[in-house]
């Protein structure tokens, strides 16, 4: 592919390019994402009414909170593919209008069945999304600046539950028109904003730099240039098939770290607010929605920390791998803590450090695959690791009922994140400063941002 010919701009320039950039894509995405996190995670609040009003046990609301990654897992990889086809324009808002449908049609369930029948078509629903928006600003952001993009679009997780919490619980304490419950409520008001933003997205997003009206020529050209030179600058980045790309060792090793880690990340997110209860000894809901917002503020406030660290040393797997151990040591910690400052307090250093693993491990595919396959193994790494989503919330159920106290969970995520950690450390990515060894990897053949070649 001819590279477009060069624009030159110095540091100044270019830094105000990028300010541009960030402040028409981030706040944005920012938003979607936020919407998204709280009509997947908002079950967690609902339980505090939803558990008894539908007879759900600890189990079965386990159950019902991880099948959303069943959905998930089967149609991630199908729906990225579809994105790549169609744009990403017109996918995320297709994706934002079924979603939100789906999480409104949660408000009107009357038996466990129609509950986990509704979370797995969610999670179907949702496919693609967010393995889609980490490719996205691949096409915007440069590999010095793409993990504090990412971090900044990431804040939305823990935003999301900042958000959910208070308003989760004020609408279930205080919303009970029409004789529908609290909970269902929650639902209905929490879904229709996806439905507003899914219209809304085909109007605001931007497929890639050349399109961008709201650039002048020269800084498309500049931009255009700068992503160009980059992806052809990689001489070790490998272009694979779909199907090589799922069988790709590499690849599949991230899967399983990503798999590890989610069982620990929403293992806690979705049961956190039931913790804080056992924790505190009978708060109300209300209460307890504020209390769970602030593990998230400091989390939020660690990734976007640590994730510009990585940008600045240009280091991916040690601020990949760090944060994993700190997490752990926190969540095992956490599981023998019986004041309710120490139990938040250990509960918040350990979403800190889940989060703050987040944007560097998602740049490591990139170090090694071009982009267009870097799209697919994340779609990969993406839909098989958040069925992790589906065996910490489980597992965390199956603990609470056998013990009647959720500590045995708490450890036994723990236990994961280590081993999380101890495959981050051990895992060879080429095109990082400390993994000299994998700079062998064979050469760019194809355009890095044609789509991936047939098997």
Not at 195 to 202: K, P, R
Not at 225 to 235: I, N, V
Not at 433 to 447: G, N, S, Y
Request: net charge positive; aromatic share 12%.
């Amino acid at each position: 592919m001819a590279i477009t010919p060069p624009v030159e701009v110095d540091r100044s320039e270019a830094a105000a390019m990028m300010r541009t950039v960030s402040r028409r894509i981030l706040p944005f995405l920012f938003v979607l994402y936020v919407v998204n996190y709280i009509d997947r995670a908002n079950i967690g609040f609902a339980a505090l009414q939803m558990n008894k009003e539908l007879g759900l046990s600890s189990q079965a609301f386990g159950l019902a909170a991880g099948l959303f990654f069943w959905g998930y897992f089967l149609f991630e990889v199908p729906s990225n593919i579809a994105l790549a086809r169609f744009g990403a324009r017109r996918w995320i808002a297709r994706i934002l209008v079924s979603w939100g449908i789906l999480a409104t049609f949660m408000a009107f369930v009357h038996t466990p069945m129609q509950l986990y029948v509704l979370r797995f078509l969610l999670g179907v629903a949702e496919a693609g999304f967010f393995p889609g928006i980490v490719v996205y600003l691949t096409y915007w952001f440069r590999k010095k600046e793409v993990a504090t993009a990412t971090a900044l679009f990431l804040t939305a997780i823990p935003a999301s539950y900042v958000l959910a919490a208070p308003i989760s619980t004020l609408i279930m304490g205080h919303v009970d028109w029409f004789g529908l419950s609290g909970w269902r409520w929650m639902f209905l008001l929490e879904g229709a904003p996806a439905v507003v933003l899914g219209i809304a997205c085909y109007f605001v997003l931007t497929e890639k730099p050349a399109n961008a009206k709201w650039l002048t020529e020269r800084q498309r050209r500049w931009l255009t240039t700068e992503l160009e030179q980059e992806q052809q600058g990689k001489p070790h980045a490998r272009k694979l098939g779909t199907l090589k790309v799922m069988a790709d060792p590499k690849v599949l090793l991230l899967a399983v770290i990503y798999f590890v880690y989610q069982a620990g990340s929403l293992g806690v997110g979705y049961w956190l607010p039931q913790i804080i209860d056992d924790f505190s000894g009978g708060l109300g809901a209300t209460a307890i929605g504020f209390v769970s917002a602030i593990p998230y503020v400091v989390a939020a406030v660690g990734m976007v920390w640590w994730s510009r660290r990585s940008d600045r040393r240009g280091e991916r797997k040690l601020h990949s791998a760090i944060p994993l151990a700190v997490a752990a040591v926190a969540l095992c910690a956490a599981g023998f803590a019986h004041s309710p400052v120490l139990g938040v307090a250990l509960i918040a250093v350990s979403l800190t450090g889940m989060y703050s693993f987040k944007s560097p491990f998602w740049a490591l595919p990139t170090l090694f695959l071009t982009r267009s396959t870097a799209a697919v193994a994340v779609a990969v790494v993406n839909s098989v690791g958040n069925l992790g989503g589906f065996f910490g919330p489980y597992a965390i159920g199956w603990a609470k009922d056998s013990t009647g106290s959720a500590t045995g969970g708490l450890l036994f995520l723990g236990g994961l994140t280590v081993l999380a950690f101890v495959l981050t450390v051990t895992i060879r990515i080429g095109g990082g400063r400390k993994d000299p060894a994998d700079r062998a990897a064979p050469p760019v053949t194809e355009a890095a941002d044609e789509p991936a070649s047939a098997p």
